[in-house]
Protein backbone atom coordinates (compact mmCIF):
# COMPACT_ATOMS: atom_id res chain seq x y z
CA UNK A 1 0.00 0.00 0.00
CA UNK A 2 1.37 3.55 -0.63
CA UNK A 3 -0.76 6.11 1.02
CA UNK A 4 0.62 9.23 1.88
CA UNK A 5 0.22 11.19 4.94
CA UNK A 6 -2.72 13.56 4.13
CA UNK A 7 -2.57 16.74 6.50
CA UNK A 8 -5.24 18.37 4.61
CA UNK A 9 -7.43 20.74 6.07
CA UNK A 10 -10.85 19.66 4.66
CA UNK A 11 -11.90 16.89 3.26
CA UNK A 12 -9.35 15.02 5.23
CA UNK A 13 -7.67 11.59 6.09
CA UNK A 14 -10.06 8.89 6.99
CA UNK A 15 -9.13 6.19 9.22
CA UNK A 16 -7.92 3.23 6.73
CA UNK A 17 -9.83 0.50 8.71
CA UNK A 18 -12.94 2.74 7.86
CA UNK A 19 -12.27 2.71 4.08
CA UNK A 20 -11.40 -0.87 3.64
CA UNK A 21 -14.48 -1.61 5.76
CA UNK A 22 -16.61 0.40 3.02
CA UNK A 23 -14.86 -1.26 0.64
CA UNK A 24 -15.89 -4.80 1.99
CA UNK A 25 -19.38 -3.73 1.85
CA UNK A 26 -19.22 -1.59 -1.49
CA UNK A 27 -20.79 -3.96 -3.46
CA UNK A 28 -23.18 -5.97 -1.46
CA UNK A 29 -24.22 -4.24 2.12
CA UNK A 30 -24.84 -7.39 4.78
CA UNK A 31 -27.62 -9.67 2.90
CA UNK A 32 -28.88 -6.63 0.78
CA UNK A 33 -27.94 -7.59 -1.91
CA UNK A 34 -27.20 -4.36 -3.17
CA UNK A 35 -24.67 -1.36 -2.06
CA UNK A 36 -25.38 1.08 -0.10
CA UNK A 37 -25.53 3.69 -2.30
CA UNK A 38 -28.47 1.60 -4.12
CA UNK A 39 -30.94 1.52 -1.71
CA UNK A 40 -33.93 3.12 -0.53
CA UNK A 41 -33.94 5.53 2.07
CA UNK A 42 -36.88 4.59 3.42
CA UNK A 43 -35.61 0.51 3.18
CA UNK A 44 -35.47 -1.53 6.45
CA UNK A 45 -31.79 -1.98 6.23
CA UNK A 46 -31.16 1.99 5.40
CA UNK A 47 -33.28 3.15 7.96
CA UNK A 48 -30.81 0.53 10.82
CA UNK A 49 -27.83 2.31 9.34
CA UNK A 50 -29.16 6.11 10.11
CA UNK A 51 -30.64 5.45 13.36
CA UNK A 52 -27.52 3.55 14.27
CA UNK A 53 -25.47 6.83 12.90
CA UNK A 54 -27.74 8.71 15.25
CA UNK A 55 -27.56 6.82 18.24
CA UNK A 56 -23.79 6.69 18.06
CA UNK A 57 -23.53 10.56 18.10
CA UNK A 58 -25.30 10.65 21.12
CA UNK A 59 -23.81 7.75 23.11
CA UNK A 60 -20.07 9.08 21.90
CA UNK A 61 -20.81 12.75 22.95
CA UNK A 62 -23.13 12.17 25.91
CA UNK A 63 -25.69 13.64 24.24
CA UNK A 64 -28.82 14.78 26.38
CA UNK A 65 -32.50 13.65 25.77
CA UNK A 66 -33.90 17.11 24.76
CA UNK A 67 -31.68 17.48 22.19
CA UNK A 68 -32.46 17.07 18.46
CA UNK A 69 -29.40 14.95 16.06
CA UNK A 70 -29.83 15.90 12.49
CA UNK A 71 -28.10 14.99 8.88
CA UNK A 72 -28.18 17.83 6.91
CA UNK A 73 -26.89 18.98 3.37
CA UNK A 74 -25.71 22.47 2.49
CA UNK A 75 -22.51 22.70 3.95
CA UNK A 76 -21.46 23.81 6.94
CA UNK A 77 -22.15 27.10 5.01
CA UNK A 78 -25.85 26.72 5.02
CA UNK A 79 -25.83 26.89 9.06
CA UNK A 80 -24.47 30.42 8.09
CA UNK A 81 -28.12 30.94 7.05
CA UNK A 82 -30.31 28.62 8.81
CA UNK A 83 -29.33 29.37 12.49
CA UNK A 84 -30.42 33.06 11.73
CA UNK A 85 -33.48 31.80 10.56
CA UNK A 86 -34.21 29.50 12.94
CA UNK A 87 -32.93 30.67 16.29
CA UNK A 88 -32.78 34.61 16.06
CA UNK A 89 -36.82 35.15 15.48
CA UNK A 90 -37.40 36.81 19.04
CA UNK A 91 -35.45 39.69 19.11
CA UNK A 92 -33.90 39.20 15.97
CA UNK A 93 -30.44 39.74 17.31
CA UNK A 94 -26.88 37.52 18.09
CA UNK A 95 -23.52 38.45 19.19
CA UNK A 96 -20.65 36.91 17.66
CA UNK A 97 -16.99 36.92 18.20
CA UNK A 98 -14.88 37.58 14.97
CA UNK A 99 -12.14 34.74 15.27
CA UNK A 100 -11.60 33.92 11.37
CA UNK A 101 -12.79 33.57 7.95
CA UNK A 102 -15.45 31.13 8.91
CA UNK A 103 -16.99 33.65 12.20
CA UNK A 104 -16.72 36.69 9.60
CA UNK A 105 -18.66 34.56 7.23
CA UNK A 106 -21.24 33.41 9.63
CA UNK A 107 -21.62 37.15 10.55
CA UNK A 108 -22.27 38.34 7.24
CA UNK A 109 -24.91 35.75 6.56
CA UNK A 110 -26.47 36.30 10.00
CA UNK A 111 -26.48 40.34 8.96
CA UNK A 112 -28.79 39.43 5.88
CA UNK A 113 -31.50 38.48 8.79
CA UNK A 114 -30.95 39.97 12.29
CA UNK A 115 -28.81 42.34 13.95
CA UNK A 116 -25.42 41.13 14.57
CA UNK A 117 -23.24 42.49 17.41
CA UNK A 118 -19.20 41.65 17.09
CA UNK A 119 -18.38 41.49 20.95
CA UNK A 120 -14.26 40.50 19.83
CA UNK A 121 -12.66 40.54 16.82
CA UNK A 122 -8.69 39.16 16.54
CA UNK A 123 -8.37 40.16 13.33
CA UNK A 124 -5.62 42.89 14.32
CA UNK A 125 -2.72 40.02 14.48
CA UNK A 126 -4.41 38.01 11.70
CA UNK A 127 -6.35 36.29 14.15
CA UNK A 128 -3.51 34.53 15.91
CA UNK A 129 -5.23 34.14 19.07
CA UNK A 130 -8.64 34.25 21.04
CA UNK A 131 -10.17 37.68 21.93
CA UNK A 132 -10.68 37.98 26.10
CA UNK A 133 -14.15 38.52 26.41
CA UNK A 134 -16.00 40.75 28.66
CA UNK A 135 -19.41 39.60 29.47
CA UNK A 136 -20.64 43.15 30.31
CA UNK A 137 -20.13 43.58 26.62
CA UNK A 138 -22.74 40.69 25.75
CA UNK A 139 -26.13 41.46 24.69
CA UNK A 140 -28.60 41.05 27.39
CA UNK A 141 -31.24 40.01 25.04
CA UNK A 142 -29.82 38.56 21.71
CA UNK A 143 -31.30 35.55 20.69
CA UNK A 144 -28.08 33.80 20.78
CA UNK A 145 -24.40 34.00 21.28
CA UNK A 146 -22.10 32.39 18.55
CA UNK A 147 -18.81 31.42 18.05
CA UNK A 148 -16.08 29.56 16.12
CA UNK A 149 -15.04 26.92 18.57
CA UNK A 150 -12.31 25.89 16.34
CA UNK A 151 -10.49 27.91 13.73
CA UNK A 152 -9.47 25.29 10.80
CA UNK A 153 -7.52 28.60 9.22
CA UNK A 154 -5.80 30.32 11.43
CA UNK A 155 -5.43 27.55 14.29
CA UNK A 156 -6.60 28.85 17.27
CA UNK A 157 -9.36 26.91 19.73
CA UNK A 158 -11.32 28.18 22.06
CA UNK A 159 -10.47 26.74 24.97
CA UNK A 160 -12.75 28.46 27.50
CA UNK A 161 -16.44 28.79 26.80
CA UNK A 162 -18.11 32.46 27.51
CA UNK A 163 -20.21 32.74 29.96
CA UNK A 164 -23.59 33.77 28.17
CA UNK A 165 -25.77 32.62 30.97
CA UNK A 166 -29.50 32.18 29.99
CA UNK A 167 -28.23 33.14 26.45
CA UNK A 168 -28.13 29.88 24.09
CA UNK A 169 -24.25 29.33 23.10
CA UNK A 170 -23.89 28.53 19.21
CA UNK A 171 -20.88 26.72 17.89
CA UNK A 172 -19.27 25.96 14.52
CA UNK A 173 -17.23 22.55 15.67
CA UNK A 174 -16.87 21.49 11.91
CA UNK A 175 -13.15 21.05 12.60
CA UNK A 176 -12.84 19.90 16.24
CA UNK A 177 -15.99 17.80 16.40
CA UNK A 178 -15.42 14.64 18.24
CA UNK A 179 -11.90 15.56 18.57
CA UNK A 180 -11.66 16.32 22.29
CA UNK A 181 -14.81 15.60 25.00
CA UNK A 182 -17.28 18.44 25.01
CA UNK A 183 -20.27 18.94 27.41
CA UNK A 184 -23.31 19.55 24.56
CA UNK A 185 -25.34 20.88 27.73
CA UNK A 186 -23.83 23.97 27.80
CA UNK A 187 -24.89 24.95 23.95
CA UNK A 188 -27.61 25.62 22.25
CA UNK A 189 -26.68 24.40 19.15
CA UNK A 190 -23.65 22.71 17.09
CA UNK A 191 -22.79 21.68 14.10
CA UNK A 192 -20.02 20.26 11.88
CA UNK A 193 -19.66 19.93 8.48
CA UNK A 194 -18.24 15.81 7.95
CA UNK A 195 -15.41 16.65 5.84
CA UNK A 196 -13.12 17.23 8.29
CA UNK A 197 -13.62 14.74 11.62
CA UNK A 198 -16.45 12.86 10.48
CA UNK A 199 -16.36 11.21 7.24
CA UNK A 200 -17.18 12.53 3.44
CA UNK A 201 -17.70 15.86 1.71
CA UNK A 202 -21.82 15.99 1.66
CA UNK A 203 -23.17 15.68 5.09
CA UNK A 204 -23.69 18.71 8.01
CA UNK A 205 -24.41 17.31 11.93
CA UNK A 206 -26.62 19.38 13.64
CA UNK A 207 -26.93 18.97 17.71
CA UNK A 208 -29.65 21.39 18.76
CA UNK A 209 -31.33 22.08 21.99
CA UNK A 210 -35.00 21.28 21.71
CA UNK A 211 -36.80 24.05 22.44
CA UNK A 212 -34.88 26.67 20.33
CA UNK A 213 -36.94 25.00 17.17
CA UNK A 214 -40.07 25.73 15.73
CA UNK A 215 -40.10 29.45 15.68
CA UNK A 216 -38.67 30.17 12.04
CA UNK A 217 -39.29 32.67 10.22
CA UNK A 218 -41.73 32.85 8.00
CA UNK A 219 -39.15 33.37 5.00
CA UNK A 220 -37.69 30.18 5.84
CA UNK A 221 -37.22 27.82 2.78
CA UNK A 222 -38.92 24.81 3.82
CA UNK A 223 -35.15 22.72 4.14
CA UNK A 224 -33.97 25.35 5.82
CA UNK A 225 -36.82 25.20 8.24
CA UNK A 226 -34.64 22.40 11.83
CA UNK A 227 -38.68 21.58 12.74
CA UNK A 228 -39.06 19.95 9.12
CA UNK A 229 -35.62 17.82 9.35
CA UNK A 230 -36.27 17.05 13.43
CA UNK A 231 -39.63 15.98 12.60
CA UNK A 232 -38.86 13.51 10.47
CA UNK A 233 -35.66 11.83 12.01
CA UNK A 234 -33.44 13.51 8.97
CA UNK A 235 -35.47 11.63 6.10
CA UNK A 236 -37.72 14.51 5.01
CA UNK A 237 -36.02 14.16 1.27
CA UNK A 238 -33.73 12.03 0.64
CA UNK A 239 -30.56 12.25 2.74
CA UNK A 240 -27.31 11.82 1.67
CA UNK A 241 -27.37 8.26 2.49
CA UNK A 242 -23.86 6.57 1.24
CA UNK A 243 -21.68 9.35 3.25
CA UNK A 244 -24.00 9.18 6.57
CA UNK A 245 -23.17 5.09 6.26
CA UNK A 246 -19.74 6.43 6.34
CA UNK A 247 -19.99 8.40 9.18
CA UNK A 248 -21.35 5.58 10.97
CA UNK A 249 -18.35 3.55 10.28
CA UNK A 250 -16.07 6.56 11.64
CA UNK A 251 -18.42 6.68 14.81
CA UNK A 252 -17.87 2.60 15.24
CA UNK A 253 -13.70 3.35 14.96
CA UNK A 254 -14.01 5.60 17.22
CA UNK A 255 -15.69 3.86 19.30
CA UNK A 256 -13.76 1.13 19.04
CA UNK A 257 -10.56 3.29 20.44
CA UNK A 258 -11.98 3.67 23.45
CA UNK A 259 -14.38 6.77 22.26
CA UNK A 260 -13.91 10.79 22.51
CA UNK A 261 -11.97 10.21 25.66
CA UNK A 262 -9.36 7.98 23.87
CA UNK A 263 -8.80 10.06 20.87
CA UNK A 264 -8.61 13.21 22.66
CA UNK A 265 -5.34 11.91 24.32
CA UNK A 266 -4.05 10.48 21.52
CA UNK A 267 -5.04 14.27 19.73
CA UNK A 268 -2.75 15.53 22.73
CA UNK A 269 0.02 13.74 22.27
CA UNK A 270 0.15 14.55 18.39
CA UNK A 271 -0.13 17.87 18.90
CA UNK A 272 2.52 18.29 21.95
CA UNK A 273 4.75 16.07 19.63
CA UNK A 274 4.13 19.46 16.60
CA UNK A 275 3.88 22.08 19.30
CA UNK A 276 7.23 21.33 21.01
CA UNK A 277 9.40 20.60 18.08
CA UNK A 278 8.29 24.07 16.67
CA UNK A 279 9.07 25.42 19.89
CA UNK A 280 12.21 24.48 20.23
CA UNK A 281 12.83 25.23 15.99
CA UNK A 282 15.41 27.41 15.22
CA UNK A 283 13.95 27.53 11.82
CA UNK A 284 9.97 26.91 12.29
CA UNK A 285 7.37 28.40 14.53
CA UNK A 286 3.55 28.10 14.79
CA UNK A 287 2.04 31.19 14.45
CA UNK A 288 -0.63 31.11 17.65
CA UNK A 289 -0.46 32.09 20.83
CA UNK A 290 0.59 29.05 23.27
CA UNK A 291 -2.75 29.20 25.34
CA UNK A 292 -4.69 29.56 22.56
CA UNK A 293 -3.51 26.51 20.08
CA UNK A 294 -5.90 24.02 18.11
CA UNK A 295 -5.39 20.33 18.52
CA UNK A 296 -6.77 19.70 14.86
CA UNK A 297 -4.64 22.50 12.86
CA UNK A 298 -1.39 23.67 13.09
CA UNK A 299 0.15 26.13 11.39
CA UNK A 300 3.77 27.48 11.32
CA UNK A 301 6.34 29.46 9.11
CA UNK A 302 9.88 29.79 8.73
CA UNK A 303 10.91 33.03 8.01
CA UNK A 304 11.42 32.73 4.08
CA UNK A 305 8.88 32.21 1.96
CA UNK A 306 11.14 30.54 -0.48
CA UNK A 307 12.47 28.40 2.11
CA UNK A 308 8.52 27.55 2.64
CA UNK A 309 7.78 26.63 -0.72
CA UNK A 310 10.95 24.29 -0.82
CA UNK A 311 9.74 22.57 2.56
CA UNK A 312 6.15 22.07 0.83
CA UNK A 313 7.68 20.69 -2.51
CA UNK A 314 10.02 18.27 -0.39
CA UNK A 315 7.59 17.15 2.08
CA UNK A 316 5.24 16.40 -1.00
CA UNK A 317 8.09 14.09 -2.40
CA UNK A 318 8.59 12.13 0.98
CA UNK A 319 4.80 11.17 1.39
CA UNK A 320 3.43 14.01 3.63
CA UNK A 321 1.13 16.34 1.88
CA UNK A 322 -1.78 18.89 1.96
CA UNK A 323 1.68 20.99 4.18
CA UNK A 324 0.73 24.06 2.53
CA UNK A 325 -0.81 27.10 4.70
CA UNK A 326 -3.93 28.48 3.51
CA UNK A 327 -4.04 30.68 0.97
CA UNK A 328 -4.76 33.88 3.55
CA UNK A 329 -2.04 33.20 6.36
CA UNK A 330 0.82 31.80 3.39
CA UNK A 331 3.35 29.18 5.27
CA UNK A 332 2.18 26.10 6.25
CA UNK A 333 -0.21 24.31 8.05
CA UNK A 334 -0.81 20.53 9.50
CA UNK A 335 -4.13 19.23 9.91
CA UNK A 336 -4.06 16.69 12.78
CA UNK A 337 -7.45 15.07 12.81
CA UNK A 338 -8.86 11.91 14.75
CA UNK A 339 -7.40 9.62 11.86
CA UNK A 340 -4.13 11.18 11.50
CA UNK A 341 -1.62 8.17 13.14
CA UNK A 342 0.96 9.34 16.21
CA UNK A 343 3.43 8.25 13.46
CA UNK A 344 2.61 10.22 11.22
CA UNK A 345 3.58 13.34 13.77
CA UNK A 346 6.38 11.58 14.34
CA UNK A 347 7.66 11.25 11.25
CA UNK A 348 6.26 14.46 9.67
CA UNK A 349 8.70 15.76 12.63
CA UNK A 350 11.79 13.60 11.66
CA UNK A 351 11.77 15.21 8.26
CA UNK A 352 11.70 18.93 9.50
CA UNK A 353 13.98 18.02 11.84
CA UNK A 354 16.08 16.57 8.98
CA UNK A 355 14.76 19.87 6.20
CA UNK A 356 16.39 22.04 8.88
CA UNK A 357 19.61 20.65 9.59
CA UNK A 358 19.89 20.38 5.54
CA UNK A 359 18.65 24.17 5.26
CA UNK A 360 20.63 25.86 7.74
C1 LIG B 1 -14.72 23.87 6.54
C2 LIG B 1 -15.43 24.73 7.53
C3 LIG B 1 -16.67 25.33 7.22
C4 LIG B 1 -17.34 25.26 5.89
O1 LIG B 1 -17.81 24.05 5.59
P1 LIG B 1 -18.49 23.74 4.17
O2 LIG B 1 -19.02 22.38 4.41
O3 LIG B 1 -17.43 23.82 3.13
O4 LIG B 1 -19.57 24.75 3.94
C5 LIG B 1 -17.27 26.07 8.22
N1 LIG B 1 -16.71 26.24 9.43
C6 LIG B 1 -15.50 25.69 9.73
C7 LIG B 1 -14.92 25.91 11.08
C8 LIG B 1 -14.83 24.93 8.79
O5 LIG B 1 -13.65 24.39 9.10
Not at 36 to 58: P, T
Not at 64 to 69: A, F, H, L, R, T
Not at 321 to 344: C, D, F, Q
Request: aromatic residues 10%; proline residues 4%.
Amino acid sequence: MSRVYNFSAGPSMLPVEVLEKAQKEMVEYGKAGMSVMEMSHRSKDYEEIIQGCESLVRELMHVPDNYKVMFLQGGGSSQFAMIPMNLGNKNKKCDIVITGQWAKKAAQEAERYITVNKIASSADKTFSYIPKLDKNTFSKDADYFYICLNNTIYGTKFNELPDTGDIPLVADISSCIMSEELDVSKFGLLFAGAQKNLGPAGVTLVIVREDLIGNAMDITPTMFNYQIHADNASLYNTPPTYGIYIIKLVLEWIKEQGGIKAVQAVNEKKAKILYDFLDSSDMFKGTVVPEDRSLMNVPFVTDDDDLNAKFIKEAKEAGFVNLKGHRSVGGMRASIYNAMPVEGVEKLVEFMKKFEAENK
